[in-house]
């Protein structure tokens, strides 16, 4: 199954999930995002993990990890309006966007490489466990749960 069909299949199902589920707007953001970000966890931690190094051949997982935290983020954007904590929602979108270019320039410099990178691929892999660290705090005052297991986002198994 390609990861894009995989992705539709998610978005599809959260949508459907919000549509009958009670409760609040915010409520309803909360159960449908939550469900999405346990797949991604699971994926981070499975089949996209990074192993024990990150090299070129590590391309094709960071596009994954795009395309499934931007596949996230516009699910969460077209959810109803929450009713409360829009500031504290701005802040976690604004979070997982600066992890996605994060990864973005990432896979980039991977696919770029040259001899001597080292230290540059070792800065921006700081730069991501930063933005990945500061996500989980965005999303517990927003009122997420499982959104904000992002301790492992960018482990390396040693």
């Given at each position: 199954?390609?990861?894009?069909?995989?992705?539709?299949g998610l978005?599809?199902?959260?949508?459907?999930?919000?549509?009958?589920?009670?409760?609040s707007?915010?409520?309803q953001?909360?159960?449908?995002?939550?469900?999405?970000?346990?797949?991604i966890?699971?994926r981070f931690?499975?089949?996209l993990?990074?192993?024990?190094?990150?090299?070129?051949?590590?391309?094709?997982k960071l596009?994954?990890?795009?395309?499934?935290?931007?596949?996230?983020?516009?699910?969460?954007?077209?959810?109803?309006?929450p009713?409360?904590?829009?500031a504290?929602?701005?802040?976690?979108?604004?979070?997982?966007?600066?992890?996605?270019?994060?990864?973005?320039?990432?896979r980039g410099?991977?696919?770029n490489?040259?001899?001597?990178?080292?230290?540059v691929?070792?800065?921006?892999?700081?730069?991501n466990?930063?933005?990945a660290k500061?996500?989980?705090?965005?999303a517990?005052?927003?009122?997420?749960?499982?959104?904000?297991?992002?301790?492992k986002?960018?482990?390396?198994?040693?």
């Amino acid at each position: 199954m390609s990861v894009v069909a995989a992705v539709m299949g998610l978005v599809v199902s959260a949508v459907a999930d919000c549509s009958s589920s009670p409760g609040s707007p915010k409520q309803q953001l909360i159960q449908n995002a939550d469900d999405t970000c346990r797949t991604i966890n699971k994926r981070f931690a499975g089949d996209l993990a990074y192993g024990e190094g990150l090299g070129a051949g590590d391309t094709s997982k960071l596009r994954e990890r795009v395309a499934l935290l931007k596949t996230l983020r516009d699910q969460v954007r077209k959810m109803p309006e929450p009713e409360a904590g829009r500031a504290e929602l701005d802040s976690w979108l604004d979070k997982v966007g600066d992890y996605i270019t994060g990864l973005d320039d990432l896979r980039g410099q991977l696919q770029n490489y040259r001899t001597g990178m080292d230290l540059v691929l070792a800065l921006q892999m700081g730069v991501n466990e930063d933005a990945a660290k500061a996500i989980g705090p965005a999303a517990r005052r927003f009122g997420f749960g499982e959104r904000a297991k992002t301790q492992k986002w960018e482990y390396l198994a040693s």
